[in-house]
Each structure stands twice: as structure tokens, then as C-alpha cells.
């Protein structure tokens, strides 16, 4: 296998008693889940699985891999990552990117001053963070909201974002 793995997700919790997995969700489009679709489990290297079925509960997608038919085995893959490869995903319009091209990408702020970089991301509850590390190596939280996120270019690359009120004095103290 060559390429980067990009983690698309993680698998929540069992739903039901048939096998199905609750999917944390990180693309905009559940249609990535047609892709070829790779699990790891902890520090083990990745392995490629096949879903047999994809729906739509509550918002969330739920997912059912071959070879997991109870609730038992859909228990033991609870927090796996869903991985993709890289060369596998579509490309991304010519405004856009995938967030995994950006990791390492400058963080602006509005007035075109450098925050730091984006050094990884997470999704505590689901919401989208990203980790800044400033050039002293402090770390910003920064919600990945539409309404902070003002220019991403992909090009250069990097992002201009406006932080909500008091966000960076919390973790710079300015």
C-alpha cells in the first residue's frame, strides 16, 4: 500500500443487534463510504474492509461491514478508524482541498499576521477542531466553523481564519 491514509471517520457504537456501526462522520459526503474503505484498529497497520450497506439515521451514517453480524462484533471495532487512501479520494475543485493537504498549512488571522500552523485536527462530540501550533509552539483549539473560516487557499497553502471573541486571549493570554 502506498500513499497517506486519511481518516474519514470512527466507529462510534453498535446500533441495533444486526451488526450495524454508528459512524463518526469527518467528509462532507457520505458517498466517500463507496471508495475503498480500510479499518485500523489501535497502533495495528490498516485493513481493507467491505461494506455491505450504507444508511442514514438521524443525520449520522450506519455502516455494515462484511463479517460483522451481531452486536458483539460491531462492540470490538468501537473507536476503529475508517481510513481511505489518498489516491483513492476524487480531486478537489480547483477552491477547494482536502483538510488532510492542509495539515501543516499557515494560519492567518484577518489582518494577514501568521497564528501558526495546523497541526492536526480532532472531533471531540463530533465537532471539527483543529490544533494551531504558534511559532513558540503554544496550541490554539480553534472550532473549524464555517462562520471563522474566512479564505483557504490551496495554492499557497494556507487559511485565514477569525477566531470567536476571547479564543486566542484564552490560549495566548493577549
Known amino acids: 500500500m502506498t500513499g497517506a ?3 474519514m471517520g470512527t466507529l462510534a457504537r453498535p446500533h441495533g443487534i444486526k451488526g450495524e456501526l454508528c459512524i463518526d462522520w469527518h467528509a462532507d459526503s457520505p458517498l466517500l463510504l463507496e471508495t475503498p474503505l480500510w479499518l485500523r484498529q489501535g497502533s495495528a497497520p490498516p485493513r481493507r474492509v467491505r461494506p455491505l450497506a450504507v444508511r442514514s439515521h438521524k443525520g449520522r451514517p450506519l455502516l455494515v461491514l462484511e463479517g460483522v453480524n451481531d452486536r458483539t462484533a460491531a462492540e470490538a471495532l468501537r473507536g476503529a478508524a475508517l481510513l481511505v487512501r489518498r489516491e483513492d479520494l476524487p480531486p478537489p475543485a480547483a477552491d477547494e482541498a ?8 499557515a494560519v492567518l488571522l484577518p489582518d494577514g499576521g501568521r497564528l501558526g500552523r495546523l497541526d492536526h485536527v480532532e472531533y471531540p462530540g463530533g465537532q471539527e477542531v483543529w490544533s494551531i501550533r504558534t511559532e513558540d509552539e503554544r496550541e490554539v483549539l480553534f472550532p473549524a466553523r464555517p462562520e471563522y473560516i474566512l479564505h483557504l487557499d490551496p495554492q499557497i497553502p494556507a487559511v485565514t481564519i477569525d477566531p470567536p471573541p476571547g479564543l486566542l486571549e484564552i490560549y495566548l493570554g493577549e
Open 5 to 7: 491514509w486519511i481518516e
Open 98 to 105: 482536502y483538510l488532510h493537504d492542509l495539515l501543516g498549512c
